[in-house]
């Protein structure tokens, strides 16, 4: 039977069938065109037999019950570190890990800072993006040029105060409770409201909140 494992034999031993066929053929890597030509030449393979099959290059065994491959090498031959990676290889086992350092972070979209204004009159800035400004007194609230936010960038206002209102200077688009133009303004509904202004393009702003336009 395979498996018999490895006998030396000495100058005028005698070596029998039994030996050729357990000791040498069956734990030898047998070649075969394919897996049919391997069962017509091994009616009943036992475990432990290796073959090689030059149909698909594929080297196998027998585990007591069916043939199974050795390996799956695939087509790989090298895992390469892209951008904000590091490690990968050509060969064996490899890692790929994140290389925080290169992942660069716009503070002000993480940032949620917020910020407490008593100013009556404020115009938001670019550096506004993703903050919160809290106003204690009632005013307005300005979105200009000067605001700049990109698509997706927000500031959040918090109307502590009383009767605060939330106007355009000319050059940007409000829209928002079903009004939008160059010249139209939102006033808080209620103090204590919390609204958004959200850059949808450029120089175009969303109210989002409640608010009434005129």
Known sequence: MAGAGYKAWAAGDVLAAAEVNT?????????????AARTSAIGTPTEGMVS????TDSLEYYDGSSWTGVSNPGDITAVTAGTALTGGGSSGDVTLDVDLSAIAI????VSNTLTSSTATAYTVQTADANTILQFTAAGTVTVGTATAFTAGQQVQILADGTALTIAGDGGVTLAGAG????????????????VAIVGV????????GNVTGA
């Open 23 to 35: 000791y040498l053929m069956e734990q030898a890597v047998m070649t075969f065109a394919d897996s």
């Open 52 to 55: 090689f099959l030059k149909d």
């Open 106 to 109: 716009n503070a002000t979209q």
């Open 179 to 194: 009004t939008a133009g160059t010249a139209v303004s939102f006033t808080v509904g209620n103090q204590y409201e919390a």
């Open 201 to 208: 393009g450029s120089d175009a702003y969303r109210i989002i």
